[in-house]
C-alpha cells in the first residue's frame, strides 16, 4: 500500500480532561527515544506558532502528552507521557 501524506497530532492537556490538539496546522517537530532498557523513554516536542492563550494552557507541568503520528491512512501513537519541562522562544 502506498504511503503518502505524513500526519502528526499532538494532544496535551490535564490527565482525565480533553486538552488541546494540534494537527497538521501546525508545524510539529518531534523526537522519541525508545528503549529496552528499565531507563524511561525520552520524548521531545516542539510545536510552532502557538497564540499566548493556547500557550497559557500547554505550558503547565504534568500535562499529559499524547503523539500520534504516520500517513494520511495509517497512524499510531507513538508516545505517551507527561510535560517534565518546557520552554517558551520567540524566533523570528
Excluded at 502528526?8 to 496546522?25: K, M
Excluded at 507541568?61 to 500517513?71: F, H, K, M, Q, S
Aim: negative net charge; without cysteine.
Amino acid at each position: 500500500m502506498p504511503r503518502w501524506n505524513r500526519k502528526s497530532q499532538l494532544l496535551i492537556g490535564p490527565p482525565g480532561e480533553e486538552g488541546v490538539l494540534f494537527d497538521e496546522r501546525f508545524r510539529i517537530a518531534f523526537s522519541v527515544l525508545k528503549t529496552d532498557t528499565q531507563d524511561a523513554n525520552r520524548m521531545a516536542v516542539e510545536v510552532y506558532g502557538l497564540s499566548r492563550q493556547t500557550r497559557d494552557v500547554v505550558a503547565t507541568l504534568e500535562n499529559r502528552v499524547i503523539l500520534t503520528a504516520g500517513y494520511e491512512t495509517e497512524q499510531e501513537v507513538l508516545a505517551v507521557g507527561d510535560v517534565e519541562t518546557y520552554s517558551i522562544r520567540r524566533e523570528p
